[in-house]
């Protein structure tokens, strides 16, 4: 049976230090006061030492005996927490894939508004260039967020290599007098089907799928306006198909905005990042830590 003691005052906000655990009273409490800043909930972690907290009263840190012990030899860290813990806090490829999809929104109103004014092929080519820069980011984070995490990075380039070079081939085969759209509008159909399925088969990580499927829907219906471009002004000839389109268009880009809400509110992007690593051995004291205090 331990002796009793008086449990050690701690002033809030003074240092960050506690007794020996040994030194608690019987029920198990060792210090009162303090506060529960991240610096102070670590140190008493490390050292057996656990806060219980009512509002309005200090915090009360106990160190019962015995505790609760946890062989490490019996944990198992399935592959899914390994590979939680091995995530990075940021993923720099998703930012990198939103800047180069809403700099590509961007550039297109630029290159059609350019193409509009002076309608050659030459400017055709930067109203279509831009829109492979929207496309093909978006289907590579919804493949790296759906299908594989890993495989993210790695599609980014290639996705926009695939759309740039769809664009660089119909421009040469202009130039040589027999121009091929069929790579082009591989790069812009594609992802129309793809995003669907992945979404369909595929667990969501943090993309609202249902912000996909709107945006989608706009798309489409855009291509549908540009497909009755005729028949749509005939009704009353006020508006064309094509202006639709580009009303619908832009409305899918804006609510692609709500990809950017989802992707900052993800879980990833509060919590620190953790080092797979740090995972005790089968065999290691439980205790050890080789990170440090943390």
Known sequence: MRRRRRPLLIAPGGPIVFPDP??????????VGGDLSVPRLLEAYDHGIFPWYDEG??????SPDPRAVMDPAALHVSTSLRRVLRRPRDAAWERAALLVLFGGVTLTGVGSAWYHVTPTTATLVWDRLPMTLTFMPLLALVLGERVSERAGPWLLPLCLA??????V????GEAAGAGDLRPYALAQFFPMLAIPL???LFPRRWIRGVDLLVALGWYALAKV????DAPIYALGGVVSGHTLKHLAAAAGAAWLLRVVGSWRDRPEASRPPYDAGHIP???APIGSNPGGSA
């Open 22 to 31: 040994e030194t608690a009273d019987d029920e198990g409490l060792l210090a």
């Open 57 to 62: 009263l200090p915090p009360l840190w106990w």
């Open 162 to 167: 695939a759309g740039v070079g769809s664009v």
């Open 169 to 172: 081939h119909w421009r040469l």
């Open 198 to 200: 992945a979404l369909a």
């Open 225 to 228: 306006f540009e497909a009755f």
């Open 281 to 283: 051995p089968p065999g």
